[in-house]
């Protein structure tokens, strides 16, 4: 799911992918919940599927964003399932992202788009960015996404991350250039 989703709020964001992205989103929607409840539903396991490959060929033409940028580095420092670091850091990036967008770019493409995840996500036309959040947070309350910490991650990690996550790839293609601070607020929810 976060492979369809930071692509379509990407800095890099284009046609091609955004219609990857939209009917990834839309299948992981409403499908991610009954795949995890209900593994042997073929239906759902096949939503997940489509959505996987739209994600892979998503990110490779539009890039990814923090929640990717931040899962590399700890998935080489911690011993942590690279979907379930995605999972636990996506609400709070979200979070983080549209409060940056909106405080320094409130005008633009990637708000609007947050938005329209809101809607995919929630199936109200008039759903908000923070709808799209607190569906997210919901969602993973449901997988039973566990916190970083279990995977023994601490605040004393932090600043490393911030530096390796900074410098990571995927960072490149965040809708808004994240501050230190902002950084480490992710981590620190996530932790």
């Not at 692509?7 to 989103?25: I, Q």
């Not at 990571?168 to 808004?176: E, L, Q, V």
Request: proline content about 6%; aromatic content about 6%; glycine content about 8%.
């Amino acid at each position: 799911f976060t492979q369809v989703l930071e692509p379509f709020v990407s800095n890099k964001a284009n046609p091609m992918t955004d219609a990857l992205c939209r009917e990834g989103m839309c299948r992981a929607t409403r499908s991610l919940r009954r795949a995890y409840e209900h593994g042997d539903d073929p239906a759902a396991r096949e939503d997940m599927a489509i959505t996987s490959l739209f994600g892979g060929l998503a990110l490779a033409n539009a890039k990814l964003g923090a929640a990717h940028g931040f899962a590399g580095p700890a998935g080489g420092m911690f011993p942590a399932p690279h979907g379930a670091l995605c999972a636990r850091l996506l609400p709070y990036v979200m979070e983080v992202n549209v409060r940056a967008l909106q405080e320094r770019l409130s005008e633009s493409e990637s708000l609007r788009r947050y938005d329209e995840v809101a809607q995919i996500l929630t199936g109200n036309t008039t759903a908000t960015a923070s709808d799209g959040v607190v569906w997210i947070q919901e969602l993973c309350a449901a997988l039973q996404v566990p916190p970083l910490s279990s995977y023994g991650m601490s605040s004393a990690d932090i600043p490393v991350l911030v530096e390796k996550a900074a410098k990571a790839s995927s960072m490149k293609g965040n809708p808004i250039l994240l501050t230190p601070d902002e950084m480490q607020e992710i981590l620190t929810l996530a932790i």
